[in-house]
């Protein structure tokens, strides 16, 4: 592993997102400093395309919805407002903003756009949105009230891929999608929700491990397998991995993949869902990979701003309560 660029944004505050798009041509960053910046990153280079102003607070999430969509990014902040912002013709414009929200908003997460372009907005208040795009410029909302007490931190939309599809989904028939994603919030749960078949979202599974806040989710990319996944870090400095074995999806099980030092902040798979990259506030982040025998173990250590890299195999890390 190691650092191909390094990006300096001038950003004249903290950034707490980084995203790159679809084609890991562009990344989108974002800042205290209340701007959201748009780079060219194409061959190793650093062309800022775009310094969006429109937040009047901290800017703590930024995602790319597919491109199929168009260039479309949305950001949240503390100033409890959501922004989608658009490309056209070359220029980066805010196309909608959703001011629905009582307090902060903390995680935004484009579903699968097999979907529709529908975003899930999750805020200090407890509560947790959906935005849908319904066409002509209009956007339906959608409200998820006292979804976590005290506050939402992270969401996450479960794959659109039936588990277990690739193994026995009779060929020539659509498969029926079940909308569901996950939330983490400050009761230290891990809250699963699904779509009803009238449209109204409800609570399907809590996932109890943590013991402090949980500041991110992350539901693993999948290709059909049975086995669904998902990880999540939390202030009590643990990172837990999710596994889900049954078709029902009632019966999840949590393995403590390491303890770390200090909290948390977020949790993020590769698109082959085969190595996860954890973030601490240690500024370091750490490759993880499941050995053959199930145990996860730390394939890399980089730090951040340092690009120093060992590829060391941590021993005996998994055994840490």
């Not at 690739?166 to 999608?177: E, F, M, V």
């Not at 948390?264 to 025998?293: F, P, Q, R, Y």
Request: negative net charge; glycine residues 10%; charged residues 20%.
């Amino acid at each position: 592993v190691s650092v191909i660029n390094t990006v300096d944004t001038s950003h004249e505050d903290m950034i707490h997102d980084a995203q790159m798009d679809y084609y890991g041509t562009r990344l989108a960053t974002c800042s205290s400093d209340r701007s959201v910046k748009i780079f060219d990153v194409r061959n190793g280079g650093q062309i800022l395309i775009a310094d969006l102003r429109g937040h009047e607070g901290p800017v703590w999430q930024v995602a790319w919805a597919h491109p199929m969509y168009g260039n479309i990014l949305a950001s949240c902040s503390y100033d409890r407002k959501v922004i989608i912002w658009k490309e056209e013709n070359g220029t980066w414009e805010k196309t909608h903003e959703h001011s629905g929200h009582d307090s902060s908003v903390n995680s935004v997460c484009w579903a699968p756009h097999d979907y529709g372009l529908i975003l899930a907005c999750g805020s200090s208040e407890g509560a947790i949105s959906l935005l849908t795009y319904t066409g002509e410029g209009q956007w339906e909302v959608k409200k998820i009230n006292n979804a976590h007490a005290i506050g939402c931190n992270a969401v996450s939309w479960a794959p659109a891929v039936v588990p277990g599809s690739l193994i026995d989904q009779p060929s020539g028939q659509k498969p029926n999608y079940i909308k569901k994603f996950a939330s983490g919030g400050c009761d230290n749960l891990i809250k699963l929700w699904k779509e009803e078949e009238d449209g109204q979202w409800k609570e399907e599974q809590k996932l109890e491990a943590h013991s402090d806040w949980v500041r991110d989710v992350a539901w693993a990319p999948s290709i059909g397998l049975p086995t669904s996944t998902i990880a999540s870090c939390s202030q009590d400095g643990r990172v837990f991995i999710w596994t889900c074995d049954d078709a029902s999806g009632n019966t999840w099980s949590p393995k403590l993949l390491h303890k770390f030092n200090g909290v948390v902040w977020h949790v993020s798979w590769s698109i082959t869902a085969n190595i996860l990259a954890v973030s601490g506030g240690d500024n370091k982040v750490t490759l993880w990979k499941e050995s053959v025998d199930g145990q996860w173990v730390c394939i890399s250590d980089v730090n951040k701003g340092q690009g120093s890299v060992s590829a060391s195999v941590t021993e005996g890390q998994q055994n840490e309560q």
